[in-house]
Nanobody, 124 residues
Framework: QVQLVESGGGLVQAGGSLRLSCAASGRTFRSYFMGWFRQAPGKEREFVAV????????YYADSVKGRFTISRDNPKNTMYLQMNSLKPEDTAVYYC?????????????????WGQGTQVTVSS
């Protein structure tokens, strides 16, 4: 019942910034936990950040804490990931995801809906 589409990826030098967007369909965007994951070429998909239904609570992976900011605009059915001070190790395909019942936010299996991903490449 929810479709997600990411955008905003691209190529940036280390230390630069990017802002990713995730547009969601449906009328119940406010009812979902929304998260960001990423996957590098030879690695498993890893948790990045999550935001609760009201957008009042957030949680970040240690690797991005202090550099990335997750937010959501429910009237516009859009979630964002502001990425600052980017590092080469941030290079990955970034996916947005939605969950109706979330207990372990860092587990990809907790999320029911996924976008197609957007490429982020950080050069050294």
């Amino acid at each position: 019942q929810v479709q997600l589409v990411e955008s905003g990826g691209g190529l940036v030098q280390a230390g630069g910034s990017l802002r990713l967007s995730c547009a969601a369909s449906g009328r119940t965007f406010r009812s979902y936990f929304m998260g960001w994951f990423r996957q590098a070429p030879g690695k498993e998909r890893e948790f990045v950040a999550v935001i609760n239904w009201k957008g009042e609570s957030t949680y970040y992976a240690d690797s991005v804490k202090g550099r990335f900011t997750i937010s959501r605009d429910n009237p516009k059915n859009t979630m964002y990931l502001q990425m600052n001070s980017l590092k080469p190790e941030d290079t990955a395909v970034y996916y947005c995801a939605a969950a109706t019942n979330l207990r372990l936010a860092y587990r990809a299996s907790q999320y029911e809906y996924w976008g197609q991903g957007t490429q982020v490449t950080v050069s050294s």
